[in-house]
C-alpha cells in the first residue's frame, strides 16, 4: 500500500528537474544544469543520465549552503585517484561562482568530485557509514516492504552522505538547508520514510536528526524510488486530422510534458463513436471542434500545444484524479470519522493538551493503547506534523490502534504547532489491516495541502455533519 501512495504523491517530480528546480527560490536550478553539462563536455566527462537529478540537488543545496556561508569544514583534500572527478568539479564550481556572485569554496568542490566519483573521502568512516546505510535499508524494506538494498546508485549516495552526516553529529553542527523544508510539505509520505531512516540513525548515534537533516534523506529515497516505479496512466486517444509530420509533433510536445500520468494509445484523423469507445480511453484531446455522446472527458487544444493548452491538460488530469478517488474517499471518511472521535470548538491550551485529550479519548472508546499515545508524541518529538496552512495531523509511527479511526478536532483558538498556528488536527489513527484506506485520505490531504480557502471551511464549520458534508463534497 505504501508503494501505491508513493506513487501518487511523487508523480514524475523527483526525476524531473524542472519540478525539482522550485525548491530554489533565490537561483534557476536549471541555469546549473546547463553549466554542469557544459562542464562536462569540455572535460570529455562522461557521466550516468540517471544520477543528474540527485547530483543536481546536492549542486543546488550546496550553492545555498555557499550563499548562506555555512560552509563545510571536514572534508579532506586528498582526491588522489579522482583527478578527472576533481577537474569537472573545479570547473563547475568556478563557473557557479561566476554565474551567481557566490565564493568559491574548496571543501564544495572535494565533496563534489567524491560525489561524481562515486565513493567517500573518508576511509575512517566508511565502513560505520556502510553499515548503518545497510542497516536504514533493511528497515525500509521491513516497514515498507520496498526493498532498496539492490540500488547501487542509492547505496553509494548515501554511504556518502552518511560520511557527513555523521561528521556534523561528531561536531553537533547539523546541516540547515532552508528551502529542503518544502520536502515535508510537497512530499509528506517520502518524508515519512525518511522519519523511519532517522530513527534507525539516532538510535545507533544516540543523537536526533533535525527536519533539515531528515529531508534531506528523504531526497535520496524519493529520487530512489521513482527510479522503480511505473506510475499507473491515464489512457488518452487523439484526434489529429493532419498530415503525419505534423500530428507526430504535436504528440510528441504532449508525450514529453506529461509522459508521468498518461500514454497516448492511439491517434486517429477522424472521430467515430464505436471506434474511440472500444478503445476505454480516459481523456480524448482534439486540435479541432469536437462534440460527441460518450461520457469521456475531452480536451480542445491547439495543433503547436502553447501553455495555455498545457493547462488545460493539466486540469482535465487532476479532474479525473478527484473522480477516480471521491466515491472511495466518501464512504471511508464516512467510516472512520464518527461523532464520537470527532471535538468542535474545543479551547486547548497547547499541542501536548490536543493529542492528550484524542489519544485519551481513543483510550477511552476501547480503540487504542496507552503505548500508542506514547508512540504519537516519539513521532511528534521526531518532526511536527502540522502544516503551514494551519493545520496538523499526528499519528503513530509504529504502534498500531486497536480500531481504525480519524480523530479530528477544530479549535476555538489557535495553538502553536512548531513554527505554525494551527485550527484543525486530524489524528490518524489506521491499523494494519486498513491501510488501503491511506491512500484515499493522503490524495485528499494533498488537494487541502493546495487550497487555503477549502480549509478554512472546514475550520468554520458548525457541527458535525457539516464537516461532513464538506468532506464529501
Not at 509522459?259 to 497516448?264: L, Q, S, V
Request: glycine share 2%.
Amino acid at each position: 500500500v505504501y508503494k501505491h501512495l508513493l506513487e501518487s504523491e511523487i508523480k514524475g517530480n523527483f526525476t524531473n528537474i524542472s519540478a525539482l528546480s522550485h525548491l530554489w527560490k533565490d537561483f534557476n536550478l536549471i541555469d546549473v544544469v546547463e553549466i554542469f553539462k557544459n562542464v562536462c563536455a569540455n572535460n570529455h566527462y562522461k557521466f550516468k543520465n540517471v544520477s543528474l537529478p540527485m547530483l543536481m540537488m546536492h549542486a543546488g543545496i550546496a550553492i545555498e549552503r555557499i550563499r548562506n556561508k555555512n560552509y563545510l569544514y571536514e572534508t579532506q583534500s586528498d582526491c588522489t585517484g579522482i583527478d578527472l572527478e576533481y577537474r569537472v568539479s573545479k570547473d563547475f564550481f568556478e563557473e557557479l561562482s561566476q554565474k551567481f556572485g557566490i565564493p568559491y569554496v574548496e571543501e564544495e568542490v572535494v565533496k563534489f568530485a567524491f560525489l561524481l566519483e562515486g565513493r567517500g573521502s573518508h576511509v575512517d568512516l566508511q565502513a560505520e557509514s556502510q553499515q548503518l546505510v545497510e542497516e536504514v535499508l533493511l528497515d525500509i524494506k521491513d516497514c515498507f516492504d520496498i526493498d532498496f538494498r539492490d540500488d547501487e546508485e542509492l547505496y553509494n549516495s548515501l554511504v556518502i552522505h552518511m560520511q557527513s552526516l555523521l561528521d556534523r553529529i561528531k561536531v553537533d553542527k547539523p546541516n540547515t538547508t532552508a528551502y529542503l523544508k518544502e520536502i515535508k510539505r510537497q512530499y509528506p509520505l517520502v518524508f515519512e520514510m525518511a522519519i523511519h531512516a532517522s530513527d534507525v540513525i539516532s538510535k545507533t548515534t544516540g543523537k536526533p536528526l533535525v527536519e533539515d537533516e531528515i529531508s534531506y534523506l528523504a531526497l535520496h529515497f524519493g529520487t530512489a524510488y521513482e527510479r522503480h516505479i511505473n506510475t499507473q496512466k491515464y489512457r488518452v486517444v487523439m484526434i489529429i486530422p493532419h498530415n503525419q509530420m505534423l500530428a507526430k509533433a504535436c504528440m510528441d510536445k504532449i508525450e514529453t510534458r506529461f509522459r508521468e500520468r498518461m500514454e497516448i494509445i492511439k491517434v486517429f484523423p477522424f472521430f467515430e463513436n464505436n471506434m474511440i469507445a472500444s478503445l476505454h480511453p480516459d481523456l480524448i484531446l482534439t486540435v479541432v471542434p469536437l462534440q460527441h455522446e460518450l461520457s469521456i472527458k475531452t480536451v480542445s487544444i491547439s495543433l503547436f500545444v502553447n501553455y495555455e493548452d498545457e493547462s488545460q491538460i493539466f486540469q482535465a488530469l487532476n479532474q479525473l484524479d478527484r473522480e477516480k478517488y471521491h466515491d472511495q474517499f466518501c464512504h471511508i471518511v464516512k467510516k472512520l470519522i464518527g461523532q464520537e472521535t470527532f471535538f468542535i470548538k474545543k479551547d486547548i491550551a497547547s499541542k501536548e493538551d490536543a493529542i492528550n485529550y484524542l489519544c485519551d479519548n481513543l483510550i477511552q472508546l476501547d480503540y487504542a493503547t496507552k503505548e500508542y499515545k506514547e508512540d504519537v508524541f516519539k513521532r511528534e518529538e521526531m518532526a511536527g506534523t502540522a502544516f503551514v496552512q494551519g493545520f496538523a495531523v499526528p499519528h503513530a509511527i509504529t504502534v498500531q490502534p486497536l480500531r481504525s479511526t480519524i480523530s479530528v478536532m477544530v479549535l476555538k483558538n489557535p495553538v502553536k504547532w512548531g513554527k505554525y498556528e494551527i485550527r484543525l488536527i486530524l489524528l490518524l489513527s489506521i491499523s494494519e489491516q486498513d491501510n488501503q484506506m491511506l491512500h484515499t485520505f493522503f490524495d485528499w490531504l494533498s488537494n487541502v495541502l493546495i487550497d487555503y480557502n477549502q480549509l478554512m471551511q472546514f475550520i468554520e464549520a458548525g457541527n458535525y455533519q457539516e464537516f461532513m458534508k464538506l468532506m464529501t463534497a
